[in-house]
């Protein structure tokens, strides 16, 4: 048991091949898909996040990455903060830009503004 939290809380560092993989993971996540979510399973704000997208523009699916769950969740994570400067999740990228977390989803469905960037041109 105390074994595990050590595990946890510090985790063994990477090799710089296990770092590649998991560049790469994001970066292809992010650049595949419309809408990229990287979460927690247990976060009331991602669920809240992950609700508001199934629910309102569930016809764009959102490609959800519960970082909890993986064996790489903690280093998935640094990249992402080293990525966008953001610790907490859920991080979310809409057509390959960082679009922050569950407050920053709610403001732009707030503002009306969130419909025109799911469906504006991964390109634009």
């Known amino acids: 048991m105390l074994a595990s939290i050590f595990h946890s809380l510090f985790p063994k560092p990477l090799s710089p091949e296990e770092m590649t993989e998991i ?3 994001v ?3 992010i650049t595949s898909n419309h809408i990229v979510v990287f979460s927690k399973s ?3 704000y991602c669920l809240k996040a992950k609700t508001l997208l199934k629910n309102e523009y569930g016809d764009v ?3 959800v990455v519960e970082l909890d ?3 790489d969740g903690s280093a998935i994570q640094n990249y992402l903060e080293e990525m966008t400067g953001q610790r907490t999740v859920p991080s ?3 057509h390959e830009k960082h679009i922050g977390g569950s ?3 709610a403001a732009l469905q707030t503002s009306g503004k ?3 960037l799911i469906n504006e041109a991964p390109d634009s």
């Open 23 to 25: 560049k790469e993971f």
């Open 27 to 29: 970066d292809n996540a």
């Open 42 to 44: 247990y976060c009331p």
């Open 61 to 63: 699916p959102a490609f």
């Open 69 to 71: 769950t993986r064996k």
């Open 92 to 94: 979310i990228f809409i």
């Open 103 to 105: 407050d920053d989803l």
């Open 114 to 116: 969130l419909r025109d």
